[in-house]
């Protein structure tokens, strides 16, 4: 009998140790959702890790803080998403903007000529041994997967927005240089000789055109606003 007594005092022990801790995780998760609270209405993070640095200095562990933020997102008390891009300035309406003005445009102007004249250079001139060796197959591997793509992107998408960010244009930059390679080693195997001094001045005629077309495209939608003028209320009516 004594021992049957020695056995129920020792479960109530152990419940009321399990409900002691649940209240104290409970009480810990009710703070920290408070101070998660107060956080983002008085200092405002623009990021979670931000915001889970904030409670950090508060000697909250990120491991307790990060499964709330999580919670409340599922229950709608907060909303968590992607950052947004700055903005990008406006192209400029001026032509020597492009090539003299410190300006993202400009720094793409410089870089896909320089990348032209340099690969024409290195193609030409037979480098067999030293650094430049290394540095011509560097450059020329940049010029044949990147630089036809990106140049081909520019004149399709000339705007620079969220409608297409910095690693989905790289992406499709990527992708667009090996379907223009591939188009124009056709072009050239059943017109010229296969070599690579037909197939990198084919590439740089390419990119020089997609580049001036991506730079009248720009200096259009600085001075007027729009590439396609835009119909009229009027004009749709009468559609």
């Known amino acids: 009998m004594f021992y049957w007594v020695l056995l129920l005092n020792d479960k109530r022990e152990k419940r009321r140790q399990r409900y002691k801790e649940k209240t104290i995780k409970d009480d810990e998760r ?10 983002l209405e008085t200092t405002k993070p623009n990021t979670v890790r931000e915001l889970v640095s904030g409670l950090e200095a508060q000697e909250k562990s990120r491991e307790s803080v990060l499964p709330i933020i999580r919670e409340m997102e599922q229950n709608d008390a907060i909303i968590l998403q992607e950052p947004l891009l700055e903005i990008t300035p406006p192209p400029p309406a001026r032509f020597r903007d492009y090539f003299f003005k410190r300006n993202y445009y400009s720094y793409e102007h410089w870089l896909v000529l320089s990348s032209v004249f340099l690969t024409l250079t290195l193609v030409l001139v037979d480098v067999r041994s030293g650094i430049f060796f290394y540095i011509r197959y560097v450059i020329i591997v940049f ?16 705007e620079l927005d969220d409608k297409l960010r910095f690693l989905e244009r790289v992406a ?18 059943f017109t010229f000789h296969f070599s690579p001094v037909p197939i990198v001045i084919t590439l740089s005629i390419f990119i020089v055109l997609c580049q001036a077309t991506a730079t009248a495209l720009r200096l259009k939608i600085a001075r007027d606003g729009f590439i396609f003028k835009p119909k009229s209320d009027e004009e749709i009516m009468e559609n």
Not at 30 to 39: A, P
Request: hydrophobic residues 60%; without cysteine; proline residues 5%.
């Open 30 to 39: 009710e703070e920290i959702k408070k101070l998660l609270i107060q956080s």
């Open 143 to 158: 010029y044949l997967l990147v630089l036809p793509g990106w140049s081909f992107t520019a004149a399709i998408f000339p």
């Open 172 to 189: 499709t930059a990527v992708g667009l240089s090996i379907t223009v390679l591939v188009a124009v080693g056709l072009f050239i195997n």
